[in-house]
């Protein structure tokens, strides 16, 4: 089994950044693609940010290109996303999710972090 716990998120003034940390208890991450994924009230869930198990394949949503910039560090036991330049429209909660090597849908999730943005 597999925790995750996000940190770091919080309230920022638009153009601001914050960055936002997943981390994994009870074991390492390395056989692990990780993703970050957002909801905001009223909206389903999206895709935001993944990089693969070994860190050098990132695949970002056309919304955050430039701005936001995933990372994992060597020992796989966390996994990052900075966000940049935020938007009143990022406002959101943000999950941290895995997914097993070869694996189609993510099979742990965090609890989440509330980002807010103010205008």
């Known amino acids: 089994q597999v925790q995750l716990v996000e940190s770091g998120g919080g309230l920022v003034q638009a153009g601001g950044s914050l960055r936002l940390s997943c981390a994994a208890s009870?074991?390492?991450?390395?056989?692990?693609?990780m993703g970050w994924f957002r909801q905001a009230p009223g909206k389903e869930r999206e895709f935001v940010a993944a990089?693969?198990?070994?860190?050098?394949?990132?695949n970002y949503a056309d919304f955050v290109k430039g701005r936001f910039t995933i990372s994992r560090d060597n020992a796989k036991t966390s996994t990052y996303l900075q966000m940049d330049s935020l938007k009143p429209e990022d406002t959101a909660v943000y999950y941290c999710?895995?997914?097993?090597?070869?694996?189609?849908?993510?099979?742990?999730w965090g609890q989440g972090t509330q980002v807010t943005v103010s205008s």
């Open positions: 999710a895995a997914r097993k090597i070869g694996g189609i849908e993510y099979d742990y």
């Open positions: 990089i693969s198990w070994g860190g050098a394949s990132t």
């Open positions: 009870g074991r390492t991450l390395s056989s692990y693609g």
